[in-house]
């Protein structure tokens, strides 16, 4: 699977909206980018995943760069329970597993 | 619809002790993964079970195994406890689907937490 980097924390206000980046500069045409959110005292939570065009669902959005490269994960109006550790994850098409790195942990301030 | 249930949500061994953690899928999946998470790590897998067979290891030594019986819940057992097996332990669910596609999304519980003194 493909490396992923991402920044070890990042805070944002309630109400507005956080903008989560994953570089993965060494993806394949076939790797899939999943996002996982893991709250306090609980199991890594899925999110959303792409291919290669903009996702969108009921907890957030994805935008993929053009050359796959990069992500954003976009939560459109941050609330005190999204606090969480944001994994960021390339998964190889035939893989049968999850690759966690560190992850970004999301503080939000009311 | 309950999800993945973990039994038991938090155990003492001591070293040189052998453990089994419990995992009931969430309902209509029929593949399950463990995982394990030191603090302050993101999740390792160890393995996946589909059919009640291995399907897939991780870096995992032979001390962990696992078991998956006909109604698709699983157990892993870990024997010859050492201090670095103190984790929280994670059952992920999920569709087979053939093949297996990087999309497929997986349903975690909330873990085990494995203490070893």
């Known amino acids: 699977d493909a490396k992923t980097t991402q920044p070890n924390s990042m805070e944002s206000n309630e109400e507005e909206p956080v903008h989560l980046p994953c570089n993965h500069s060494?993806?394949?045409?076939?790797?899939?980018i999943h996002w996982y959110r893991q709250l306090p005292s609980q199991g890594p939570e899925y999110v959303i995943h792409?291919?290669?065009s903009n996702v969108n669902n009921r907890m957030a959005s994805l935008a993929i760069a053009e050359d796959r490269k990069s992500s954003t994960l976009i939560l459109h109006r941050a609330t005190l329970r999204d606090a969480a550790v944001y994994y960021c994850?390339?998964?190889?098409?035939?893989?049968?597993?999850?690759?966690f790195g560190s992850g970004t942990q999301l503080t939000v301030l009311p | 619809d309950a999800g993945v249930t973990q039994s038991p949500t938090h155990l003492i061994k001591t070293r040189g002790q052998q453990v089994t953690l419990r995992c009931s899928p969430k309902?209509?999946?029929?593949?399950v993964s463990w995982y394990q998470q030191a603090l302050g790590q993101g999740p390792q897998f160890i393995f996946q079970?589909?059919?009640?067979?291995?399907?897939q290891r991780g870096n995992f030594p032979d001390r962990f195994s696992g078991h998956q019986f006909p109604n698709y819940s699983s157990e892993l057992n870990v024997n010859a406890l050492l201090l670095g097996d103190s984790a929280l332990y994670l059952c992920?669910?999920?569709?087979?689907?053939?093949?297996?596609?990087?999309?497929?999304?997986?349903?975690f519980g909330a873990g085990s937490r494995l203490t070893v003194l």
């Open positions: 309902s209509g999946h029929d593949t």
């Open positions: 079970y589909y059919e009640e067979e291995e399907r």
């Open positions: 994850i390339s998964i190889k098409d035939s893989a049968r597993q999850l690759t």
């Open positions: 792409g291919l290669t």
């Open positions: 992920a669910s999920s569709v087979f689907g053939e093949p297996w596609s990087g999309a497929n999304v997986l349903t």
């Open positions: 060494t993806i394949s045409g076939t790797d899939y």
